[in-house]
């Protein structure tokens, strides 16, 4: 009886174990990141979030939900002006902040935005990658120096910055990493081909960073936005030659009738960014209305 139940046990570990996971004799830090997760929930107010695409839209309603947590917050962006507006409105709020700039194609301008922020907040804790930029266009009607643009943004600059930031959460054994990716990266999206193959890289990208690191105490997770009423959405539409017409039928897709707005992305990245979520890693969830379900 005895010999049948290690049988049963040893078949149920070998069928919860994923294929790609490279087998390992022990973590590599034990119980290190449920430690990490108690020092650090005993000390609200003292995480360190860096946003990125932090100036407007669903970046700046990010920046203002981590806040509202008890994150101080590096809003890293290329528009100086706009990041150091939403700087002005989380002290407003009595949040520690900074303003950043950073280029998320460039490496040298992530290293030294990366450096800034540690100096003058501390380790960084908590990154949300959120810069990002579209056009739509028919696959067809791009190039090459499109679909390098699209690429060096949305996919590369996640790479960029995930890089500069995890080996410290490494080391510190915690981090919480947080995506924006697409819903376009899930089902695709008529008009954004290379920006829905780019932001499924992401997805793939954050899914093994999740497996690579979980042992480390770091989470990684990506969150999906379907149609969401930002300044990118509209500057998108205004192309079209039926813009109203394109909002309005966008906004029938959506089994709730509305356009997604930044806060109801930020809520969903502030949780996962949270000790709430330290047991959730390598998930994508989409925050769509209802228009993609899976």
């Not at 507006?85 to 950043?100: F, I, K, N, P, Y």
């Not at 380790?123 to 090459?144: H, S």
């Not at 943004?153 to 919480?176: D, F, K, P, S, W």
């Amino acid at each position: 009886m005895r010999k049948a139940s290690e049988a049963l046990l040893r078949a149920q570990a070998r069928r919860g174990s994923e294929a790609l996971s490279l087998p390992s004799a022990a973590p590599k830090h034990p119980q290190r990141g449920l430690s990490s997760t108690v020092e650090m929930s005993e000390q609200p107010n003292s995480r360190v979030a860096l946003v990125t695409g932090a100036a407007s839209g669903i970046g700046r309603a990010i920046a203002l939900a981590v806040a509202k947590d008890g994150c101080a917050v590096a809003v890293a962006d290329l528009r100086q002006e706009a990041g150091a507006e939403v700087v002005r409105e989380l002290e407003a709020t009595g949040a520690e902040a900074r303003s950043v700039a950073m280029d998320v194609t460039a490496g040298p301008s992530v290293t030294a935005a990366v450096e800034r922020a540690g100096e003058e907040l501390g380790p960084i804790a908590v990154l949300v990658n959120c810069a990002g930029w579209d056009e739509l266009k028919p696959f067809l009607q791009t190039d090459e120096g499109f679909w390098r643009k699209v690429v060096a943004i949305n996919y590369e600059g996640c790479l960029r910055v995930t890089h500069a930031v995890l080996g410290g959460m490494v080391q510190r054994g915690h981090g919480r990493i947080v995506s924006i990716a697409s819903d376009a990266a899930r089902v695709g999206s008529s008009g954004e081909a290379v920006y829905a193959g780019a932001k499924a890289g992401v997805v793939a990208f954050s899914k093994t960073i999740a497996r690579e690191y979980a042992r480390d105490g770091v989470t990684a997770n990506v969150v999906c936005p379907g149609p969401t009423d930002t300044p990118l959405l509209q500057g998108m539409t205004e192309q079209a030659p039926d813009s109203e017409r394109l909002i309005t039928a966008l906004s029938r897709a959506v089994p709730m009738r509305r356009l997604g707005q930044p806060q109801d992305v930020a809520a969903a990245v502030a949780f996962l960014a949270s000790e709430r979520a330290g047991y959730i890693t390598g998930q994508t969830l989409s925050v769509s209305g209802g228009l993609t379900m899976a």
